[in-house]
């Protein structure tokens, strides 16, 4: 079946440090391919999407590129916030007949000053 | 920005009660879900819903569970006989078509004790 694989956390990095939180799937046919965020206290807001192969997702400074040949979509960011301290899903929607998105577990990312 | 609602956003309720969430969709959305998330574990797809029927449901989404749209504004998910195990968070979503993003609301936090 579909699922999607996310690295363990959580993970604590330095204001300005380099972020990489790496995304794996398994599906059949081509999903799309989403990054949500859940910053304390909220709920889930969709951060940035891939929708086909080499497309590639922005938003906030944070961006995944969808590989088809590694079957990963790692969400990345330059210089990283206090403020984006938050947790990190991976999910896909497979395009053949399920509607549901399928989540990875979540990555909780602390951002120290 | 239109935007997907939840109330209450914290319910407690003793074993065995029934209880019923509650999610108002963005407008002119057409397809509605619930997802649930264990306190720490994987947000989990319930229930998909179009044109007044299920179109897809989980192996969680038993007939103790039960969504319904009762005047094309609201959206609700009746719990008949809640389960300590039903603890967790409730997310509302909707989206414009199917297999296209889904919007989240800000949750339910629903405590069985």
């Known amino acids: 079946g579909n699922s999607v694989t996310q690295m363990e956390g959580p993970v604590t990095l330095s204001e300005e440090a380099f972020l990489t939180i790496n995304c794996t799937y398994t599906?059949?046919?081509?999903?799309?391919l989403f990054w949500y965020v859940q910053y304390p206290g909220e709920g889930l807001q969709l951060l940035l999407k891939?929708?086909?192969?080499?497309d590639k997702g922005s938003n906030k400074g944070f961006e995944a590129t969808y590989r088809k040949e590694t079957t990963s979509f790692h969400l990345e960011k330059g210089s990283v916030q206090v403020s984006d301290s938050a947790v990190y899903f991976c999910?896909?929607?497979?395009?053949?007949?399920?509607?549901?998105?399928?989540f990875g577990k979540g990555t909780k990312l602390t951002v120290n000053p | 920005e239109p935007e997907v609602t939840q109330t209450p956003s914290h319910q407690v309720t003793q074993m065995g009660q029934e209880v019923i969430l509650r999610c108002v969709p963005i407008?002119?959305?057409?397809?509605f879900y619930w997802y649930r998330q264990i306190l720490g574990q994987k947000v989990e797809f319930l229930v998909s819903?179009?044109?007044?029927?299920?179109?897809?449901k989980s192996e969680i989404f038993d007939d103790q569970f039960s969504v319904e749209r009762p005047d094309g504004s609201n959206f609700t998910l009746k719990i008949r006989s809640t389960k300590l195990e039903d603890s967790a968070m409730y997310f509302c979503?909707?989206?414009?078509?199917?297999?296209?993003?889904?919007?989240f609301g800000q949750g339910t936090r629903l405590t069985v004790v």
């Open positions: 979503a909707s989206s414009v078509g199917r297999n296209t993003e889904a919007f």
């Open positions: 599906a059949t046919g081509y999903p799309s």
């Open positions: 891939a929708t086909k192969a080499d």
């Open positions: 999910a896909l929607l497979y395009q053949g007949g399920s509607e549901k998105l399928v």
């Open positions: 407008s002119n959305h057409l397809y």
């Open positions: 819903f179009y044109n007044n029927e299920i179109s897809e």
